[in-house]
């Protein structure tokens, strides 16, 4: 009888610790699970996008994170509304039609797809490459700024700018005459390069940094759309106003994410 009580205990006690290893295991298990999302052949693509890999099916438009007037200090309304629910929008909508006859394709990430673009099938290469990089590009630009952004750059990316370009004011001028001397449409970076430092990029049409191993910290978009309304062909005014809404908590974080990126 006493055998068959202590028996009972045991069971109990060790159905107890099987429950609270399965409620305080289970989250870990699921949050690796999905840390380890499956990306392309290559291992470890850069990361481009904070916190994880940006889906590239279904593909979606994110909210933006502030009123289409809210930037009103470099960017007017309209342009916003165009650029975020018309332009981003596309190329959202056409990632999608291209991956939709590709369920391998579908599994991975757009930055996976966009660092291996030569797995890419031939047929849709250029399209998942104008419109994947059209949607990270995009997704990483509306977070770049803020309505109370502006001001200096703080934090290590201050210190980094500083050593790396000499002062705020060197690299500002630096970045906005990449940005005017890049003919056409295209962007301008400031990258965390393989050699783990930072470096002024331009890139063409919607191409990323990461199909060039750098990592984007920051970067402002060269289209038209981005500033034609308001500005006309004066892109170099566009250039320095933008700076009045630069999100500089957000490059901070990304400049961290950045230096934390497999090389
Ligand atoms: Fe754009």
Redesign the pocket.
Same mark, same amino acid.
């Given at each position: 009888m006493i055998g068959f009580r202590r028996k009972t205990i045991v069971f109990f006690l060790a159905t107890i610790v099987l429950a609270i290893l399965v409620i305080f295991y289970e989250p870990v298990l699921i949050a690796e699970a999905q840390s380890s999302t499956p990306t392309a052949a290559k291992s470890s693509p850069p990361v481009a996008y904070p916190n994880r890999a940006l889906s590239a099916f279904p593909a979606q438009l994110p909210p933006l994170p502030y009123a289409y007037g809210a930037l009103g200090k470099a960017i007017d309304a309209e342009t916003m509304k165009l =650029?975020h629910d018309a *332009? *981003?929008a596309s190329y959202v909508k056409n990632l999608n039609d291209a991956l939709k006859q590709y369920p391998d394709l579908q599994k991975r990430s757009v930055e996976a797809l966009l660092v291996n673009l030569n797995s890419v099938p031939e047929d849709i290469r250029t399209k998942v490459r104008n419109n994947g990089g059209?949607h990270l590009? *995009?997704t990483i630009?509306w977070q770049l700024m803020s309505p109370e952004g502006g001001g200096k750059p703080s934090g290590a990316i201050a210190q980094e700018i500083n050593q790396t370009f000499g002062s705020f004011d060197t690299f500002k001028k630096q970045f906005n005459a990449a940005g005017a001397a890049r003919f056409g449409s295209g962007w301008v970076w400031l990258v965390r390069n393989p050699q783990n430092q930072l470096q002024i990029v331009t890139t063409a049409n919607q191409d990323n940094p990461i199909m060039d191993g750098s990592y984007p910290i920051m970067g402002n978009?060269l289209?038209e =759309?981005?500033y034609y309304l308001k500005y006309r062909n004066r892109r170099g005014e566009y250039l320095d106003n933008w700076w009045n809404v630069v999100n500089w908590p957000q490059i901070n974080r990304r400049s961290q994410l950045s230096s934390q990126q497999p090389r």
């Open positions: =650029h *332009h *981003h059209g590009n *995009h630009f978009d289209w =759309h981005a």
